[in-house]
């Protein structure tokens, strides 16, 4: 039997993208036309992240201007969800960076 890693526990990047948009079992209550530019931001980010285009200074403005951004678009409509959202798409994109640059 293999053992379990922390990692192996938690969301994917992927699967927190996806709640922005409304799509799978975590869906945020917005309309897509709302959320759906902030969801494809946070998609292009992460695919600079896998194919090495991003340094980890510049990736941290990236992420605090995506997050600000993203929680200005709700209009405090379900910021407080959102706000879960992006602050761990913040502390998963970091560990995505980590992952593919050690």
């Known amino acids: ?6 990692e192996d526990l938690q969301p994917h990047v992927e699967m927190l993208i996806d709640a922005l948009e ?8 917005f309309s897509n036309e709302k959320i759906y ?3 494809q931001m946070y998609r292009n980010l992460l695919n ?3 194919n090495k285009e991003i340094k980890g ?10 997050r600000m951004y993203t929680l200005e678009k709700t209009n405090n409509n379900q910021r407080h969800r959102i706000y879960k959202i ?17």
């Open 1 to 6: 039997m293999s053992e379990f890693k922390f």
């Open 22 to 29: 409304n799509k799978g079992a975590s869906s945020s209550g």
């Open 37 to 39: 530019h902030c969801a």
């Open 48 to 50: 600079k992240i896998r």
């Open 57 to 66: 200074y510049n990736l941290l403005w990236a992420i605090h201007e995506h």
């Open 86 to 102: 992006v602050h761990a798409l913040d502390f998963y994109l970091q560990k995505e960076y980590d992952r593919v640059n050690n």
